[in-house]
C-alpha cells in the first residue's frame, strides 16, 4: 500500500484544483495507493484561516497594487528561510501528522510546506519520505517556491522551468509534466472546429470579477447574431436572476449556469473563453485547448499566466474592459483566421494527461528504496473489500450492520460541499451507504419559479451533469472507503402552507425525473427505476427552523401504501406520531454542512449491496436508528473500518 499525502492551502483555487486533480489521478492510475488531500490552514487556524482567506480576495479584488506590494515583499524576503515562528501551529499539526501516518510520498501545491518541512527535518540527515513541490504557478514564480528544498520540483511549462533554472533550481530537480487539470480532460472529445456558414460561435463567459459591468459585456456580446453564450455565475443567486431577465430577449442563444461539476467538458465544447488569469482557469483553457482572452489579471502571480497566454499565443489580454469586444471581432474575422492560429499553438502545447503523467511520476518514486521510512508501523492488513454486486475479496457476501444516510445536499442545491467532498466526508467517517439528494422543484407551483432563479435547487439545464457526477463518484468512492453512493433527488412540492407542502426523496436513481408531475406519477417513476420514495420531514420539525412539510402525514391514507418509508428523525428531530403508526422508517441527516453529521441515522443488518439495502428498507427488518457521534473527527489514511467504532451516543432498534 502506498501511501501519498497531498498538502495545499485555500488562498487562491489553484492550489486546491491542483491537489484534487493529482488526488484523482493517482486513484485512476493505481489501486495500490492511499491518498489524502488535508488543507493544514483551515484545520490548524480555524476562523483566523477563514478571515485570512477573506482579506486575501478583498485585497487582491479591491486593492490589486496592494496585493502587487506584498507579492514582491514575499518574492524578495528572507523572512520564509529564517525560523518559522509564525507557522507553529501549523508545524506542530504536520509534524504530528507525518508521525502518525509515515507516508511514502509528501507533496505540497502552496509553497508553504516546503519550509515547514525543512524547519521539521533541519537537524536530520534526510527525510523518511519523498518531497515534492507542484507548482501552481506559471513564468512569474516567487521565491517562496523553490527557496526550500524540495526532492522534484514538478512545473506547468518550459518557460517556468526556464526561470527556475535561472533562480538557480539545478536542472535535474525540476519535472515539466503540464499543470495537473482534472483527468476528464484527457478523455476522448469531439474535434472542434470552426464554425460553418449558418453556424455560430461558441463563447463560454466565466464571470468572477466585474459583475457590476457584465450586463453590459453581454449585450455586446449578444449584438452579433453569430454567437451563442454561457455564461457562468458561480453561487450567485443575485447576479444569475439578474441575468436571466436580462437575456430573456435572447433566450436561444444563452445558457446561463449557476456552479457547475462540468468545466471541463464546457471549456471543449466552446470556442472561446472569456476569464480573469486565473492559475487553474488558464491552465484548464489550455488543456481544453480553446483560445482565452482574460479581462482581469492580479498582480503577481496571475501576471505569470497572462504572460503565457501571449507569449505562447493562446489568446488575447485586454487592457480595458471595452476591448473584449473588439478581441472577439478579431478572433472571428476572417472566417477566424486569429482564433484558428491561437487553436494550432493549442494543439502544440496542450498536455490534458498531465495529471496522469504526474500521479505515474508520483507512484514511481514511492518505490524508492528508503529503509528508514519502513520502521515504523502505520497500517493493519488493508480492510477487507467488496466488488458491487458480487463477494468480498476475502469470504462470503455476508451480512453486515451498515451505517446509512440517504438524504444529503451538497452544492448543487443548498448544501455547503460538492460531491466529491461529500463522499471524502462520509467516506472517512467510516459510512456503508450515502444518498446524494438535492433539491428539484416544482416548476408550476410559485416557490419552485423563485427557486429556479436561485442556487437552491438542481438547475434543469444540469440535471444530466447532477447525474454523470455522481456516476462517477460511485466508482471513487467504492473503490476508495467501500462505500455505497447513490443517487437520488429531493422533490419539493412546496405550498403556500404547511398542510398543502410536501418533500419527497427518490434514493437510488438512475436518472431525472420530471420535477412537474405530482405526488403519485413521481412515486411511480422512482419505482420504475427501482428506486425507493421516501416521504422526508413528514411532520412538525420542533428543534430547528425549517419548513414544515405535512401534506403527506395529512394524507397517510392514500400515500402511505406508495411510500417505501416514512423519515421517523430527520436531523435533531423525532416524529414520535409517524412512528406511533408502525410506518415502515429510515432516520436521515438532512445533510447540508459539516456539522450536520451529527443527527439521526439509519442502521440496517443486510449485505453491502445497493439492491439488498433497498430491499431490507421496503421489509423495513433489521432496521434501527441511531443517534450519530463521531469522537475520532475524519481519519488520515483509514485503519479498517472494524476496528473504528461509530461511537454513536443512542441507539434505537426496531425489528
Known amino acids: 500500500m502506498k501511501k501519498i499525502l497531498i498538502l495545499t492551502a485555500g488562498f487562491g483555487e489553484g492550489h486546491n484544483a491542483a491537489a484534487r486533480n493529482l488526488r484523482d489521478a493517482i486513484e485512476l492510475t493505481s489501486e495500490d495507493a492511499k491518498v489524502e488531500v488535508l488543507d493544514l490552514f483551515e484545520s490548524s487556524y480555524g476562523v483566523w484561516n477563514t478571515m485570512a482567506k477573506k482579506a486575501y ?8 497594487s496592494v496585493w502587487s506590494g506584498v507579492y514582491s515583499f514575499l518574492d524578495k524576503s528572507t523572512y520564509m528561510n529564517q525560523r518559522l515562528g509564525g507557522f507553529a501551529r501549523l508545524q506542530d499539526a504536520l509534524s504530528d501528522i507525518l508521525q502518525q501516518t509515515q507516508p511514502d510520498c509528501v507533496i505540497s501545491t502552496y509553497p508553504v510546506y516546503a519550509h515547514v518541512i525543512r524547519e521539521l527535518y533541519r537537524e536530520q540527515a534526510e527525510r523518511p519520505f519523498t518531497f515534492m513541490t507542484v507548482v501552481t504557478d506559471s513564468i512569474t514564480v516567487n521565491a517562496a517556491w523553490f527557496s526550500a528544498p524540495s526532492d522534484w520540483f514538478c512545473v506547468p511549462n518550459e518557460p517556468t522551468a526556464e526561470v527556475m533554472r535561472r533562480a538557480g533550481v539545478p536542472t535535474e530537480k525540476i519535472k515539466v509534466l503540464g499543470f495537473p487539470v482534472s483527468p476528464i480532460f484527457a478523455e476522448p472529445s469531439a474535434e472542434l472546429s470552426a464554425p460553418k456558414p449558418g453556424e455560430r460561435w461558441r463563447i463560454l463567459y466565466l464571470i468572477n470579477t466585474g459583475k457590476k459591468k457584465a450586463g453590459k459585456m453581454i449585450d455586446r456580446l449578444l449584438e452579433r447574431d453569430d454567437v451563442e453564450l454561457t455564461i457562468t455565475v458561480g453561487r450567485d443567486a443575485e447576479l444569475k436572476a439578474e441575468l436571466a431577465e436580462r437575456t430573456k430577449a435572447h433566450a436561444g442563444r444563452v445558457n446561463l449556469l449557476g456552479w457547475t461539476n462540468q468545466m471541463p467538458q464546457l471549456m471543449q465544447r466552446h470556442h472561446l473563453i472569456i476569464s480573469k488569469a486565473g492559475g487553474a482557469t488558464v491552465q484548464e483553457s489550455i488543456a481544453a485547448r480553446t483560445p482565452l482572452l482574460l479581462n482581469q489579471v492580479i498582480p503577481g502571480q496571475e501576471e505569470g499566466n497572462a504572460h503565457l497566454v501571449t507569449q505562447a499565443g493562446y489568446g ?35 498536455r490534458p494527461d498531465a495529471a496522469l503523467r504526474l500521479a505515474e511520476f508520483v507512484l514511481e518514486e514511492c518505490e524508492r528504496p528508503d529503509p528508514s521510512s519502513k520502521q515504523v508501523r502505520l497500517f493493519d492488513a488493508a480492510p477487507e473489500r467488496f466488488v458491487l454486486g458480487g463477494t ?10 451498515l451505517l446509512c444516510d440517504l438524504h444529503t445536499h451538497t452544492n448543487y442545491s ?35 419559479k423563485l427557486a429556479r432563479l436561485s442556487n437552491l435547487t438542481v438547475g434543469e439545464n444540469q440535471l444530466a451533469e447532477y447525474f454523470e457526477v455522481i456516476e462517477r463518484e460511485k466508482r471513487r468512492a467504492w473503490r476508495k472507503y467501500s462505500m455505497v453512493l447513490m443517487a437520488g433527488l429531493e422533490f419539493n412540492k412546496d405550498g403556500l402552507t404547511r398542510k398543502s407542502s410536501a418533500h419527497l426523496l427518490g434514493v437510488d436513481l438512475a436518472g431525472p425525473i420530471n420535477p412537474a408531475l405530482d405526488l403519485r406519477e413521481t412515486i411511480a417513476q422512482i419505482h420504475t427505476q427501482g428506486g425507493l420514495a421516501i416521504a422526508s ?27 417505501d418509508a416514512w423519515e421517523i428523525a430527520n436531523r435533531n428531530n423525532l416524529f414520535s406520531p409517524v412512528s406511533a403508526m408502525r410506518l415502515p422508517f429510515v432516520a436521515n441527516s438532512d445533510f447540508h454542512k459539516p456539522s450536520h453529521i451529527y443527527s439521526w441515522k439509519t442502521m440496517l443488518y443486510c449485505e453491502k449491496d445497493p439492491a439488498a439495502i433497498k430491499a431490507c428498507i421496503r421489509r423495513n427488518e433489521q432496521v434501527s436508528i441511531t443517534l450519530y457521534r463521531d469522537g475520532t473527527g475524519a481519519r488520515i489514511f483509514s485503519a479498517p473500518a472494524e476496528s473504528l467504532p461509530y461511537a454513536p451516543s443512542a441507539q434505537l432498534a426496531i425489528g
Not at 393 to 399: E, Q
Not at 427 to 436: H, P, S, T, V, Y
Request: proline share 4%.
Open 537 to 563: 420531514h413528514p411532520h412538525i420539525m420542533r428543534t430547528e427552523w425549517g419548513k414544515n412539510t405535512l401534506y403527506l402525514w395529512e394524507n397517510q391514507e392514500k400515500y402511505a401504501p406508495l411510500l
Open 414 to 448: 443548498d448544501g455547503k460541499l460538492t460531491v466529491s467532498e461529500l463522499v471524502d466526508f462520509y467516506g472517512q467517517r467510516n459510512f456503508d451507504c450515502l444518498c446524494i439528494t438535492d433539491h428539484i422543484a416544482d416548476p408550476r407551483r410559485l416557490i419552485g
Open 57 to 64: 480576495l478583498n485585497v487582491v479584488r479591491f486593492a490589486p
Open 392 to 401: 468480498m475479496s476475502g469470504g462470503g457476501h455476508a451480512p453486515r450492520a
Open 316 to 350: 488575447a489580454v485586454a487592457e480595458g474592459k471595452g476591448e473584449i469586444i473588439e478581441l472577439v471581432e478579431k478572433a472571428f474575422a476572417n472566417r477566424g483566421r486569429l482564433w484558428r492560429e491561437w487553436r494550432a499553438n493549442l494543439d502544440r502545447d496542450s
